[in-house]
């Protein structure tokens, strides 16, 4: 699981490839956005089975959905489909085949570039 804080808010993202075992072919499974915790209200998602269990199924959280809109050949008979963000699916059977390929990584990175133009103290405007 991948965290984001800063002073107010903790963001909790399922790891693509780490959090595996949580994912089904119903949810998205980059971007997950599993539990949003504010620093003086406590946890603010919830999901059918939350707090005590977790599954796939039901989901947890603000998960991304594609798998109304699957993608299949029109020639096929089979029932395996492609699912945007979740990978190669048997809906017929609810379970994923084949995942999408996720590659997540770290690097730093500011917030907001500083313009190389921007000058170094704010200026005033006078009328």
Not at 14 to 26: E, I, K, Q, S, Y
Request: glycine share 8%; with cysteine; hydrophobic share 30%.
């Amino acid at each position: 699981m991948h965290t984001l804080t800063n002073a107010e808010l903790t963001v909790e993202l399922l790891d693509p490839v780490a959090d595996r075992a949580r994912f089904g072919p119903r949810y998205c499974t980059g971007g997950y956005v599993f539990q949003i915790h504010d620093s003086r209200h406590g946890p603010l998602l919830t999901g059918p089975t939350y707090p005590h269990e977790f599954n796939w199924f039901d989901g947890q959280g603000i998960p991304d959905a594609f798998n109304l809109a699957p993608l299949r050949d029109p020639a096929s008979t089979g029932t395996t489909s492609l699912v945007i963000g979740v990978g190669t699916c048997d809906l017929e059977r609810r379970e994923v085949l084949e995942f999408c390929s996720w590659r997540p990584s770290r690097w730093p990175r500011p917030a907001v570039a500083p313009s190389p133009t921007a000058p170094s103290t704010p200026s005033r405007v006078s009328n």
